[in-house]
């Protein structure tokens, strides 16, 4: 079973190449790549239009005016040929196995709907200035899940037809930010949602 990435991108310029570069080169590689620009103005077009030129599992999609996060997973969702969903975000990047590991772990644990991972954060330049511990959350993801996010959305994989369907809109695209976390609460079934105890992603903070 291949999987379906998915990336939203506005004016990230200076963070698109090691983001995209992260997922060329991962471990497993049998994957499709779907991008879509959010109306940039910065060049990050330009870029993205070089990567589609020589990696033929990338498909690019332009938009003519900005539309938003959740407007734009969502038509990615309805474009990708496969059962695992990867989430991935321009400003982030990721070891080179997250891949491989998310999708083992899926094959292996059929139980589990939504995986993420763990993360190091990192500042606007890539520095490592901290680290996210959601894996701790496994064993009571019922009590914490109504007080904070369990997961971090852009280290997500996901079973796409037991998570989306037309009678739930996919992402709720009422909500500008916190789509991700509305999207867990509504499908949360008690045992759905894990995290893996590796660090698989680097989160990047632009506040510090």
Do not use: C
């Amino acid at each position: 079973m291949s999987i379906s990435i998915i990336m939203s991108v506005f004016n990230e310029y200076d963070f698109i190449d090691k983001s995209v570069n992260s997922i060329l080169k991962q471990s497993y590689s049998d994957f499709e790549f779907l991008i879509i620009d959010d109306f940039s103005n910065d060049g990050t077009v330009e870029k993205l239009k070089t990567y589609q030129s020589t990696d033929t599992r990338i498909k690019l999609f332009l938009n003519n005016e900005t539309k938003g996060l959740s407007k734009n997973l969502n038509f990615l969702i309805k474009k990708s040929k496969y059962e695992y969903l990867a989430r991935a975000d321009a400003d982030d990047f990721y070891d080179f196995k997250r891949l491989e590991l998310q999708k083992f772990f899926l094959d292996n644990n059929k139980e589990i709907e939504i995986l993420g991972t763990n993360a190091y954060e990192i500042d606007g330049k890539s520095n490592v200035v901290g680290q996210i511990n959601k894996s701790r959350f496994n064993q009571k993801i019922n009590e914490i899940i109504h007080l904070q996010n369990p997961l971090i959305h852009s280290s997500v994989m996901m079973r796409k037809t037991k998570l989306f369907s037309e009678k739930y809109f996919f992402y709720n695209e009422k909500y500008e930010r916190i789509q991700d976390y509305e999207l867990w609460m509504r499908k949360f079934n008690k045992r759905n949602i894990f995290s893996l105890e590796e660090k698989l992603t680097h989160y990047r903070n632009k506040n510090q």
